[in-house]
């Protein structure tokens, strides 16, 4: 087993070797390399049927993802990890591949409408496609959930007018009076909560049935919701942080699957109507990315699809699915927000490592196909006439108050930043919060199905208790606004949409139940839009009512993300963010009481939802148009620049984004844009953080060395060497294509030559111009995306197992690599910018010496690094400069 | 001269090489360069000082940029070139950097402050004050601009009144009819044109006299602009094209000088003075990032200031001069538009290739530090009220007709896509026609100072009569609209603003005096938000007085853009395109007679100017945000996305975008973000663009050698190979290091080795750990950017020719390098994304076969390599494979 080690001193690594040296710590380990393992086993033949590297006792790795991939099917790999590999953006640049592409170009060379013409029209097509499909998704799972929650409402209010009647007959005075009686005794009922469901008085059973008929609706609601997630579990959640994983080059199993489309669809309609404290925008980001996956792969296994018939299916590698799920997560965000831009921009956000000009005007249209389509949809009724604002601007328009003055001096803008920095600490607070939350769940909750069931049903029935309990608590009826007539339509609108709990119907409403009665749009639309009416106290929404409801509704939020739905993070953050700036905004009216312009509540509204929402996802830009798309109004472009700014430098003061930390909680080999800080503090060379377990083969190879290798471990990329140049990389095979090669049997006869021959004189010059030239062509190889064969597929004979394989047409022999002497900060920039699945790591002689995938240039990774080397490296450094 | 040549066999290239070989094309050729090469030049002995490479006869180099890079101050180079250089983004990761960097981290090491904090923290402050600065110039320039502009219509309104006042003695009846029949006679002097200035009789003087005044102050002001430029010729132009090549990574010699700033700003101050269809907003960019370069490197030959003492001095590099120029950019278009998050898309779209989110962020604070100030200081009147949004929005604000209800119907957005087409052809024809314009220039008269500001002059007075003749010839006179009590005030500022040239003031305007005799802001606010009032024939603007100004304004425009002033191009294209918008609207009002919302002028206005400066400049999301941003309504976000998104396709179809047009007249080395379609139709591989020119140096080499090798060519770059090892690439030393080492001497004694010792047994094996350690520190050499020391600047004794110099501790031990075998859209995508400025090409052992340069990766080259290697390279494809 000692035969064709790499670095073969032993259990030695890379900065051991170099401590002893000169200065040119590189070179001398290289040729150490070199001779302890080229050279030295040259002369012992070939007696290890291949090359196992030494297992470095300190070891990060073998524990799956990254490029070495543990495929989770393989028979050998036991299937402890969560399955997670890297996506694959550079083909494999072997001879066929060449040929492939050169045929591709070949039909149509010298035309004006080339190829390349035709595939980019039919990739404006799709995107076009994928565009008007997100739009209709949307808008079915926007009226599912409205139907839903209507519903619900409806047969609550019957059993609560039910009720009126019922008190009504006892006295005949008044029936809104009598209302207002019964409601006051379901109040002390509610407050018997649940376990006063055995019994009770007759009287008050009107009431008391609403309270459970709505905890019951709620709850089978939540229930459903979270079947949908038990049926599949990818589906629970936002989404948000997927898709970044997913633009950041991570390949999540399942994710883009028209079933977990289906089940996010369906059961975020059921989570929101539910009434729990989530959002459907995050679910839709992550149905737009499925819609473009499904949509551009032509293929799915939920439904038996497959358009591989038709001249759409050239579009199936992992390149070109990014690129349309990014289009699909802007397409999302638009049809989510009525955010074209901000979707595009959240897309590069996002994926901004590598960006290009084209997928932005790519992006650009699927928003743009969306939001058009969208409009149409919503405007149907006027497609001839002037469309309503109020359809165009997700949460409402803003206007300016007094005409051509804006909403704000500019000595507010001090206010805003302030409004910024708390809302960053609020955003802390809640992800911290949830960071313990989400961790003491996976350790009590999320290994059983059942408990994340029964989780969600606990949660459910607190949620509904609470939502119910807390306007019946809030002990106030206030007037409705009376001199509406010069109030714009918007506002008349939300007037109608406040909610008289328990109090005299189209006279007064209660305002907390107001703001929890109501879809979270709504609510948000009437914390940003109503004016101000009446002195301090009697404010349309007072003070204590919007502290009331803060508090317990941004708890519940914090609760509640992570259960086993579907749910969205955005709405809930705005809601109780405007709750939080309207707050503010009226604690500054108490230092001027002109109640004017000053300080205008709505303003100070959006500023707390911006302020909030920017503390808990720490997006910039993105989130700037989202909300300025969403409002309609530009001049707060500069506010809100200002609020998420300080909220994001507050925020990271404490810790990082939610959807980050989520990220890190799952153990995503997430790469951040930037070098990690150690990495920049510290003197680290791509030599120090390389794993030296790497499983190389030759050029020209027996059949069954080719199949032992790929049963005994499961990396995705094996170094092709050149082992009678003295082991120099001569190119790279992936894992799919040495299966598909040994399920074709593109074997050569074993008697080509001779064994001996081969090991002595070195196969490939003996083989020469006789080689076994490509037997599988490129496009028989790539026809299986995503789900090539797989090791287990293969059957070996023995008679097979001395057969040659020529793996020089199908090696991809200009690989990237990086000298081992290279820091990390440019091994990182390399890595991260091209997206890369490995890196392989030569010496100057170009052996390899290692290889570096995702995993490796984790910080985590990098400490490790850092310690295994630092001294070794210290004296190095110190000896010869300091 | 033929001993250590790279290749050694004579003329043949690459791909001849690889015809003959098998498949493996490329071993076999590197296997053949190694052996004509350096085996073979083993044994000869070192008798040539340097490695002179073969002359293809075929080759494109030599001429001067890429990364090879002329100094264009060598005496060895005739300065034909125009001195373009490639910047470096990329650390030279030699040991003497690597020393220098673990210093700078050592005095901060384990300490919460680090370095990387502190560093951090001084960006954020420069950044900061950049957008602060930038700001200050953008309002002081608007503000000489229209100082000078007063005095000018001043002074010719003066001289229009005296003679108001001198026909009024004859006619009693009254000032205002006589001074209409006074222009009646003037309008015929103006017809004569410039050559009536010398006689005429003395009843029409007045109106002839201003007319001699207006084209004698807009000729002057011409001429100062003018004399800027011939001061700075770099400051011609809008200098958009300039920003998208320094942030391509292009280094254009005194583009980002404070001299640079001056003449621009004031210049473009003088030339919108002179009343040339230009704008100050391209302008504007400029000095964005001028002021971005100047503030972040500190240090300016123009005013012989330098804060090296100051801590602020560790951002004197490519890469971080780039970044602060990046936030620059967008610190400039938010001081130009009002539009902070279109400045920060502006930079990402122009840069897009190697995009950061910090960058992102960065740019985003430095947009929003400009528009603070900028509100402050433009609302330093109002700073405790509420602001004017006309002060907001640069091109006034939009607003909803009626109330609730869009400005447009869903099924207008078919007129949009139209408009956006129509403005596309218009954007083709206007930019083909300003290159055969400018190609015209560069051949007659760009190579004369005096020609280029005699055309000027001329230009000027052609402009000056024909904005004069113009409201002649509209014999027309318009009614003020009556009742505006109800319109904004932003309308009736605007009705203030109409010129009553021969008509009657307070009464009557003259349609096309209003759009010339203003400043061009106000007129696209005159086009954007007048309301029409009465029946379509005389509406606000007819359509008559809109042809008539839309055609002769986008002609001289064409004829401006060009000439030796600095000009900006939005600004004329918005107003011609506004102009055609308007009068789209006109002709759909003829199918529709309601006069009610139905295509809106305004609207109309706005999408034909999206859709003219679209086709021109060919923009997408940038310039959607920027016109959002600039208007203030969220509501025209999918009109506009539209329009452009349709102008932009149009366009392409026919030609590039104007800037792009200028960039390729200019002969600029620029990269386009994706890969030539060229590379992407035929297969072409790494080995056959690189230029086999290479010269390369031992790592221990003679100090005369370096010396003659740097006066023999102007490469910026040379790699370091090992002739030990068979010639591998062992590292690349830059030029600028070179020449600091041999003025500063680190050579050590000559006796250290002996000369036939260092030529038969390596001369790196026998210095061994004697080497001569780092006699220059990092820092030293770094000191002198970004002017280095020359060869020029060396001065080589005798008795130091034969000193050794060891480039081991200097050398970049990691360069980026790509196999030979790599196809160029791997090589395209790794060079451009990355920003390198040189790609060594090796073959499987390492050994360099070539450098790419920026050049060699340009459509031109790429077609000449084809041309080149076609042949061998199919009948190669069709033997292996069809």
Redesign the interface.
């Known amino acids: 087993m000692e035969g064709y080690q790499m670095n073969g001193g032993g259990n030695h690594n890379y900065s051991q070797v170099g401590n002893g040296g ?3 710590r ?2 001398h380990a290289s040729g150490d390399g070199d001779d302890d393992g080229y050279n030295g086993t040259k002369g012992v033949g070939y007696t290890t049927p291949f090359y196992l590297a030494n297992q470095a006792p300190t070891s990060l790795r073998g524990d799956g993802y990254g490029g070495g991939g543990v495929l989770k099917y393989s028979p050998l790999a036991p299937n402890k990890d969560n399955g997670i590999q890297s996506h694959n953006y ?1 083909p494999d ?1 072997s ?2 591949w ?2 492939y ?3 591709v ?1 070949f039909s149509n ?1 010298g035309h004006w409408w ?3 013409k035709k595939r980019a029209l039919k990739r404006w097509v799709l995107t076009f496609v994928i565009g008007v499909i997100q739009a209709v998704v949307a808008t079915l799972c926007n009226l599912a959930s409205k139907k839903l929650t209507e519903r619900k409402f409806d047969h609550v209010y019957d059993l609560l007018s039910e009720s009126v009647h019922h008190s009504s007959i006892s006295s005949e005075a008044g029936g809104v009076s009598g209302a207002a009686d019964d409601l006051f005794q379901t109040d002390d009922a509610a407050k018997g909560g649940t376990d006063s469901e055995a019994g009770g008085s007759h009287s008050w059973f009107g009431g008391s049935s609403a309270f459970v008929m709505f905890v019951f609706y709620q709850t089978i609601y939540a229930a459903i919701a979270s079947l949908f997630v038990m049926w599949e579990p990818v589906s629970a959640g936002s989404g948000i942080p997927e898709i970044k994983c997913f633009l950041n080059g991570i390949d999540l199993p399942r994710f883009v699957r028209v079933k977990t489309l289906f089940c996010k669809a369906v059961g975020v309609a059921f989570s929101v109507a539910a009434g729990l404290p989530v959002g459907k925008e995050g679910p839709m980001v992550h149905s737009g990315a499925v819609v473009a996956a499904g949509i551009s792969q032509g293929k799915t296994k939920f439904w038996g699809v497959d358009t591989s018939f038709s001249k759409f299916s050239d579009f199936r590698n992992d390149r070109e699915k990014r690129d349309f799920v990014a289009c699909g997560a802007a397409a999302g965000v638009a049809s989510a927000f009525g955010a ?2 901000g979707g ?2 959240f897309s ?2 996002e994926g ?7 997928l ?2 790519r992006a ?2 699927c928003a ?1 196909t969306t ?2 389509t969208l ?2 949809i919503r ?1 149907v009724d ?9 359809k ?2 997700s949460f409402g ?1 803003f206007n ?1 108050l ?10 507010e ?1 001090t206010f805003f930043v302030i409004i910024g920095c708390l809302g960053g600490l609020i955003g802390a607070v809640f992800n911290a919060a949830n960071e313990h939350l989400t961790i003491w769940r996976m350790k009590r909750i999320n290994f059983s199905p059942t408990r994340r069931f029964l989780e969600v049903i606990v949660i459910s029935v607190i949620v509904s208790t609470v939502s119910f309990v807390m306007p019946l608590l809030w002990n106030r009826c206030t007037q409705l606004p009376t001199d509406i007539q010069d109030w ?3 506002e008349k609108n939300l007037v109608e949409a406040l909610v008289p709990f328990r109090c005299q119907p189209g006279k007064e409403y209660n305002e907390v139940a107001s703001l929890i009665f109501t879809e979270a749009d709504v609510a948000i639309k009437q914390l940003f839009h109503f004016r101000e009416v009446g002195v301090d106290d009697t404010s349309t929404f007072s003070s204590g009512a919007l502290f009331f409801f803060f508090i317990p509704y941004i708890t519940l939020a914090t609760l509640v993300y992570g259960i086993a739905v579907p749910s969205g993070l955005f709405v809930p953050s705005l809601l109780s963010g405007a709750a939080f700036g309207r707050l503010c905004g009226h604690l500054l009216h108490k230092l001027d009481h002109t109640n004017g ?1 000053f300080a205008d509540s709505g303003t100070y509204a959006l500023m707390g939802a911006a302020a909030v929402l920017g503390g808990m996802a720490r997006m ?2 993105s989130l ?2 989202i909300l ?2 969403a ?5 707060y ?2 506010p809100l ?2 609020t998420l ?1 300080s909220a ?1 430098f507050t925020g990271n003061v404490f810790n990082e984004g939610l959807y980050d930390i989520h990220i890190h909680l799952k153990n995503i080999p997430f790469l951040e ?2 070098v990690p ?1 150690i990495a ?4 680290i060379v ?1 030599g120090q953080v390389m794993s030296t377990e790497v499983k190389c083969l030759r050029p020209v190879e027996r059949a069954g060395v080719v199949y032992d290798l790929l049963r005994s471990c499961s990396h995705g990329t094996f170094p092709i060497v ?1 082992t009678e ?1 003295g082991g ?3 190119g790279t095979a992936s894992r799919s294509m040495l299966c598909t090669l040994l399920q074709r049997r593109a074997f050569g006869s074993p008697d080509v030559l001779n064994d001996e021959v081969a090991s002595h004189e070195g196969v ?1 010059e003996s083989l ?2 006789r ?1 076994l ?2 037997l599988v062509q490129w496009d028989t190889i790539e026809r299986a995306y995503p789900r090539y064969p797989t090791i287990g597929d293969v059957e070996m004979r023995d008679g097979d197992r001395n057969c040659w394989l020529d793996l ?2 199908y090696a991809n ?11 990390i900060q ?1 091994t990182y ?2 890595f991260r ?2 997206g890369l699945r490995f890196l392989c790591v ?1 010496n ?3 052996q390899v010496v290692g290889i570096i995938t995702r995993k490796d240039l984790l910080p985590e990774s990098l400490t490790h690094s850092l310690l295994r080397g630092r001294n070794a490296h210290a004296n190095d ?1 110190v000896t ?3």
């Open positions: 000169s200065g040119i590189s070179r550079e640049e001879e066929v060449r040929a592409v050169a045929q170009h060379r080339t190829t390349g074209p831009i595009v921009l590069l956000e901004a490592s590598y960006w290009s000009t084209k932005t005007w650009f249209f743009m939001i058009s409009f149409a405007n006027s497609w001839w006439g002037q469309a309503n604002v109020e165009l601007f328009e300016s007094s005409g051509d003055a804006s909403n704000f001096s500019i000595w803008l714009s339509n918007q312009t910039t830009i700037t148009v300025l798309e409002t309609g109004d530009m001049q472009v500069l620049m200002l700014m994001r844009p930037e800080p920049e503090r510290n003197e791509a050149d140049s120099t990389l001569y490939c020469g111009p080689r030239s490509p020089r047409p022999t200009a690989p990237y690599t990086v000298n081992e002497t290279a820091s440019r920039r390399l910018t091209l030569v100057h002689n170009n450094e010869n400069f300091l």
